[in-house]
């Protein structure tokens, strides 16, 4: 689509846009603010900007009166873009133009980081972990009468150059028939060696030439939902994907709760049973979306928490939340997907990315891996927030990791209007510098319901920016605002009048919503400057940050900083890896160089248990703070704090 | 018990034996015929003989008149040693004492050869397959809080040395509840690789210190019978053993039969049922009789048959039987015994004895490792004789096999009164020179009811020595003698009358039952010479034989070379290991050393189908004579032949 140029005034600010941008999601890109309460539904009418220049589409409503609607008046929140147009702000007059500067940064989000398999397959990044090889033996006579397997292993030797073969009793008790059924010509998957010197095994054989159907699954244990996706082992490409949530649920929401139901008689089995019918549906779906043959599926690469990998694996997983916090296991040796009732075939072989610690899990160690983190020379910081937070710094060299409970807030728990990321929910956020108006965003542009993660960075963020908050997240109870108000002795700042929302309640910012969300990002970026400090290093050192998980996407980076979430870094120098152990699964599939180093990268990963770290408590407490006690470590804002600060001088002068 | 000196007269011949021998077989030892036809029942009352001197037990019987008791004879089959005795031997006056050196050479059996278990530790031979190893970890605290099975692997490292290990999910999900409930102190059982540079197997723990505790089960897998033995790892000693009929009996007494019925629907699925059923009713009496724990047993050594040990494990063994013989596999994965409805426990493992050909199996492979022949520097001959004969020739250097098919004369088939080696079985002979009348010995010393194979040999060859058969097995129609007759137009001899018998009627040697045996001998002795014809070698460079299976215990060594079927060779030379199959499970339960070797020495025998060896034929048929169409190839043969020709020339002068 073709980009239109926009023009704002008073502000003189022009931004580019694709074509059928709305309006109003241009503004906030273009650090214009405009009232906006109703999420886009038009229903508040406080959005309502004039077409000064060009034309718009749509924009109309019954909260314009046909007097507007002819001058030119639209909302800017049903208004889309389609060519190069001048768009006039309505201000309070007498407002100095200068305050219009005060707006905050634009949104920007992560770069989304994708495994580039060009370069790695130049550099020979991928040795295929499984391959399919078609042969065709001599059939046996009277002078070449060598048994089946032996004429089998013989000819693998010349042909192959495969010297160390293991095979199994059902490949055995197949051969023969196949063999005569096939006129000794066959199809034959082999497993690499992990171990330089290590045995090929002989996984599965076919009759004929069938090397073209070569495939694997990668499967994501998440605690709340699983995905799997069928890759084909020729191509790298992902032939289907899907996705459920883990039938655990019913027994339990967290981790938890889980390892608690475990526990009780015959717990640890049903947990089991229940995750492998997600897993079997799950299965079923990715196979019918690609058209796979389920008997063509060599391995199946399974990644998860170490709760998840134990439940899943029937390992008693019991003193993963008793101190000193150790798991039975966190390596796994392969073994037949089948004999733990996933229905796929009977030679599949199921692979489990290895743990570092009860709370660092092979969804972490997936993530390090397939994004490549574990190769690269600069200082990398690996994030993945979820309720529990999980950290990795370092790079090729060296690697440490730890996990922290970030607490719920960043999934909206704790938070008194706190929502999921659904629709209905706040996610970006302006506040006009003057009036302290809000422009609030909802996931699919409906009225309002509540907040969700994001969107609480956002508002924190802006709002410590404007002097709204504090730095110890208090509201400014001197400023001329309805919106600031103390309810229930409780303090807050009303986001959406009732009438503009679709609870039929006014939903508001709390203090103690910013506590939470204080506490929360204090404990992940304390986790962080614990991590660095235990080796050496420190946090302004960090090169390039790697977020993984869901919300992760969602994170405008730089108010992330501003509230002290993530140090201070070029948001250039931050990637997204979306699920970053289902993207673990896919490459380790695809590769055994990642099942070679996985072994190597998670003994290399130093993990702290924070409880024990003496120094983490007081970098916690200091964190406690927007961003942090030590404004020093945020350059950047510090900066424009003191240029607002000189400007607002500079006005009321 | 005392030796006793017997004196027998007019032989002129004196013999030492334990006192309680019966007098007519220390007669067959001293090469003293006479004439006894009923087994030693006392019934035809030929064995009459006069005690000169001293005093005998028994020996009373109705065929002795008062006056003749009172004169001093005994019946010599019903009479005891218990001192030193003169005894004289009724001869038909008249007769040149001369011919009473005509007399054969006494029974000789093989030596007994028994593992030299002494030996073989002093010289490091015994490197224990499975060990178990106690330990006492430190239980984790806050400091030290690797995962259990970490903890585990680097204790292993620290304080066994173990370097390369290998977990199975089993062991993993059980170790967590051991270590808590013992005090994190347990006991492991390790399986020790078999190629250097291999990986030590965790294949069981316990919890506390039951390293004492520590067994393996040897099973032979016969066609017919199946053996076990309980085998205590930390002495060696076999704490149990029983046999029972394979249960596949009932589909087919031998090989051709049960590969038939395995092609039928569901017949490969029953034999594998009803082999399995066997195996655990032995498996019960050997843990009954030991006392032993099952879960104390590690490892299942099984050796059979290639098609026993096929059909054991569901390996369709349909082309053993098929030109050009080709078998499914020789060598065999371990596995789970469990796996195939072993009832043992979940992780005792399977170790398969390998295989040469289609017909040489696991059980000969075996005899060659347990018999230690494979390690010798002497040319050596082994020989497992039944309806199939394996043969192996060779040193710790090369070794060739073969295998022939000998048909059921040893083992009674095809002989008119032929008979397995039961009660009853006429089992030794010897024959008048003059008169002809035999001296037969009976299984269980009762009246005859037919003949077993050792019977056949030794009659055929005495009878050959004495002139009674010629070199083509014929009968020499000129003796004077009732007992060589012609009926139904078959020349036979006459070996008990029928009142002297159990079955009333007369039980005969015939012309066809000899040469059933020397088509059997034949077939043996010239695979023999073909396997060493084919390696370059010659039958009389044979420094050492071995003779295994049930039959080999009870061949008369000297008249086995008598007829050819074995070499003439010193009978000290040769040695007899029992049952092969069984001893070589037993030796590789306790050694690694074994499991290593056997794979190389599997591949170093180098296996001759008879059938494609064109000179077989040739040697077969100049094999067809008694001892061979070259009696030089039985030099001491020929001079005791030569000497009686001698003999019988100056008496008739």
Redesign the interface.
């Known amino acids: 689509m073709a980009d239109c140029s926009i023009k704002f005034l008073p502000h003189e600010r022009t931004i580019s846009v694709p074509a059928g941008e709305s309006l109003l999601r241009a503004a906030l890109e273009a650090g214009v603010h405009i009232n906006a309460s109703c999420g886009g539904e038009g229903v508040c009418g406080k959005c309502r900007v004039l077409v000064e220049e060009g034309e718009v589409s749509e924009g109309l409503s019954e909260r314009l009166s046909r007097e507007d609607i002819e001058k030119g008046y639209r909302l800017a929140c049903l208004t889309k873009i389609s060519e190069d147009v001048t768009i006039r702000i309505p201000v309070e007059s007498g407002v100095d133009k200068s305050v219009m500067h005060l707006q905050v940064t634009p949104r920007r989000t992560a770069i989304i980081q994708h495994p580039d398999f060009e370069s790695l397959k130049e550099e020979g990044f991928f040795i295929s972990p499984v391959e399919k090889i078609y042969l065709e033996l001599p059939p ?4 070449n ?7 089998l292993v013989e000819y693998l030797k010349l042909e192959a150059n495969e010297h160390k073969l ?4 059902p490949v ?2 197949k ?3 196949i063999l ?1 059924d096939s006129d000794f010509k066959l199809t034959l998957t082999l497993v690499r060696p992990v171990r330089d ?1 290590g045995k090929t095994l002989i996984l599965d054989i076919q009759g004929g030439d069938v090397t073209g159907e070569n495939y694997a699954v990668a499967l994501d244990i998440g605690t709340t939902t699983i995905y799997g996706q069928l890759i084909d082992l020729s191509t790298g490409e992902c032939l289907g994907e899907a996705g459920d949530f883990n039938g655990q649920i019913s027994y339990g929401e967290d981790v938890i709760t889980r390892l608690i139901y475990a526990e009780k008689p015959g717990g640890l089995d049903k947990l089991q049973e229940v995750v492998v019918d997600t897993i079997n549906g799950v299965l079923e779906r990715i196979l019918k979306q690609s058209k796979v043959n389920r008997e063509n599926i060599a391995t199946i690469t399974l990644s998860g928490n170490t709760t998840m990998t134990q439940l899943l ?4 997983p ?2 993963i939340r008793r ?11 392969p ?1 037949r997907a089948s ?1 733990i009732g996933i229905e796929i075939n009977d030679h599949a072989l199921a692979l489990v990315y290895p ?1 570092v ?1 009860s709370f660092v899990g092979g969804d972490i160690v997936a993530g390090v891996m397939g994004s490549g983190m574990y190769m690269n020379e600069e200082l990398t910081l690996f994030l993945d927030i979820g309720t529990n937070a999980e950290l990795v710094v370092g790079n090729k060299d060296w690697l440490a990791c730890t996990a922290c409970s970030a607490g719920p807030a960043f999934e909206g728990g704790g938070i008194e209007f706190g929502m999921r990321a659904a629709k209905g929910a706040i996610e970006d956020f302006s506040i006009d510098p003057v009036s302290f108006e809000p422009m609030i965003f909802t996931i699919g542009d409906v009225r309002p319901k509540g907040i969700c993660g994001s969107g609480l960075i956002t508002m924190t963020a802006v709002m410590f920016e404007m002097g709204v908050i504090n730095n110890n997240g208090k509201f400014n109870r001197e400023l001329d605002t309805p919106r600031i108000r103390k309810r229930d002795d409780v303090w807050e700042y009303v986001l959406a009048w009732k009438d503009d929302t679709q609870i039929d309640r006014d939903i508001a910012l709390t203090e103690p919503d910013i506590d939470n969300l204080i506490r929360a990002k204090g404990a992940i970026y304390s986790g962080c400057m614990t991590l660095l400090e235990e080796v050496g290093l420190s946090l302004d050192m960090v090169e390039h940050i790697i977020l993984a998980g869901g919300f992760g996407s969602y994170i405008d980076l730089e108010k992330a900083m501003t509230i002290g979430l993530l140090p201070e870094i070029d948001p250039d120098r931050v990637t997204f890896i979306g699920n970053g152990s289902l993207m673990g699964a896919r490459m380790s599939s695809l590769t055994n160089r990642i099942r070679k180093d996985v072994v190597e990268v998670t003994k290399r990963m130093t993990n702290f ?1 924070l409880s ?1 770290t003496p120094s983490y408590m007081d970098n916690y407490v200091a964190a406690m703070f927007l961003p942090h006690t030590e404004i020093e470590k945020f350059p950047k804002l510090k900066e424009r704090m003191e240029a607002r600060k000189k400007q607002l001088e500079s006005i009321s002068a």
Not at 313 to 316: F, K, N, P, R
Not at 323 to 333: E, G, I, K, R
């Open positions: 046996p006579d009277a002078q009468n060598m048994p089946d397997v032996t004429r293991e095979l199994t009793l055995i008790r051969l023969s028939k005569r010197g694996l029937s390992i008693d019991s003193n101190a000193p916090y150790v798991p039975t296991a966190t390596l796994y040796p073994f004999l743990q610690s248990e024990e």
